[in-house]
């Protein structure tokens, strides 16, 4: 395929260091039941390697054309193979894709880290509960961060709730090319229980709220949300502290406030 400039208003930083590459595919473990996503697949250095597995499908979401030749002709080369072209946080997956993914493994563009893991939790109830991401090292530390930390934050908290972060290794800069300025990590998430937690958008409205100013206390940030006037009572009622902050209470904490809350107001 032949060479591409990488553009910094996609984010684009292309794995070219060959053992990492092996490690990830070990690490994901694809096999000939997995129907596997892959987000920005770039010039298919990625793709290439799974294919090589014996994986049933193999849906890539790309959003810069000029990755349309390379992928076309292995597409037509492999008819396991299903290119998306678009934004993938406009995709309208459930909808485009079929058969649908139970594994993501992807080196995804870093500046859109959160807002699509957010988006593809939404469809762990549709069977996508494994997730393997290179990420910003900050990223990756924001996503494993454990309760009474400064990393933690409203998505690491979901996904230590829905289940595990492992954070697999780092991975320095003369991996990619170009070299982006940061560290990276190879992350793995698997999603084990509460498969429809985000589908109901309190949930989140609830942590981005909570979190919304990292140094007032949650009677503060909470003050007046979905028109609940007696925080500091309704805290007190389910066992939270009302002087703590976001980032001190544990996963089940959470949950329990999330439970007590959508009882109160009647949903």
């Known amino acids: 395929m032949e060479e591409i400039r990488a553009l910094h208003r ?6 070219v260091d060959r053992n990492v590459l092996a490690e990830i595919i070990e690490r994901s473990a694809v096999g000939q039941e997995d129907v596997v996503l892959e987000i920005g697949p770039g010039q298919g250095v990625l793709t ?3 294919l090589k597995r014996e994986i049933s499908c193999l849906h890539t979401v790309e959003l810069d054309d000029r990755m349309k030749p390379g992928l076309e002709t ?6 396991r193979l299903r290119l998306h072209w678009g934004d993938a946080l406009r995709l309208d997956y459930p909808a ?7 594994k993501v493994v992807a080196n995804i ?4 880290t959160t807002p699509l893991i957010w988006k593809l939790l939404l469809f762990a109830r549709l069977g996508l509960t494994y997730h393997l991401y290179m990420v910003q090292k900050e990223a990756a530390d924001r996503l494993s961060a454990p309760a009474d930390t400064r990393e933690r934050y409203p998505l690491g908290v979901t996904l230590g709730v829905m289940g595990a972060v492992t954070r697999i290794r780092k991975v320095p800069a003369s991996c990619f090319r170009p070299a982006p300025r940061v560290e990276s990590a190879l992350v793995e998430i698997v999603i084990q229980r509460h498969h429809d937690l985000t589908c109901d958008p309190l949930w989140s409205e609830l942590l981005h709220r909570a979190f919304a100013h990292r140094r007032k206390t949650l009677l503060n940030n909470m003050k007046g949300f979905h028109g609940l006037e007696d925080w500091a009572g309704f ?3 389910t066992g939270v502290n009302p ?4 980032e001190d209470l544990e996963g089940d904490v959470w949950l329990e406030l999330y439970s007590s809350l959508r009882k109160r107001i009647g949903l």
């Open 96 to 102: 485009d894709l079929s058969p649908f993914p139970n």
């Open 74 to 79: 292995l597409a037509a080369q492999d008819s």
């Open 243 to 246: 002087r703590a902050r976001a």
């Open 109 to 112: 563009p870093y500046n859109i």
């Open 10 to 15: 996609f984010g684009q930083h292309f794995l």
């Open 235 to 237: 805290l007190a009622e």
């Open 48 to 50: 290439r390697a799974l």
